[in-house]
């Protein structure tokens, strides 16, 4: 069993940044990549980021590239989303994914349980 434990969400105005964290723990796996994962309010779960974990090439949803990084710090088993210029459509559950396959949340091996992001205009 891998365990996702997220940080890093919150309250921030409209332009602001946050960091969100993702700490992996428990069973080691061999994982292709890991990525974050966003669910709005009446929205279906939607695809952010994913990065690489041999190569760190990074993917973004349109709407966040330019704002958003990801990265991982493999010693630490942690990754992050860097985000700036948020924006009020940003707000929502922000979810930590492990062996990510796609961009498809089927495609999602683990979940953590989320960190909620609220952008006031």
């Known amino acids: 069993q891998v365990q996702l434990v997220e940080s890093g969400g919150g309250l921030v105005q409209a332009g602001g940044s946050l960091r969100l964290s993702c700490a992996a723990s428990?069973?080691?796996?061999?994982?292709?990549?890991m990525g974050w994962f966003r669910q709005a309010p009446g929205k279906q779960r939607e695809f952010v980021a994913r990065?690489?974990?041999?190569?760190?090439?990074?993917y973004y949803a349109d709407p966040v590239k330019g704002r958003f990084t990801i990265s991982r710090d493999n010693a630490k088993s942690t990754m992050y989303l860097q985000m700036n210029s948020l924006k009020p459509e940003d707000t929502a559950v922000y979810y930590c994914?492990?062996?990510?396959?796609?961009?498809?949340?089927?495609?999602?091996?683990?979940w953590g349980k989320g960190t909620l992001v609220t952008v006031s205009a």
């Open positions: 994914a492990a062996d990510v396959q796609s961009t498809a949340t089927a495609s999602v091996g683990y």
């Open positions: 428990g069973r080691t796996i061999t994982y292709s990549a």
């Open positions: 990065i690489m974990w041999s190569t760190t090439r990074t």
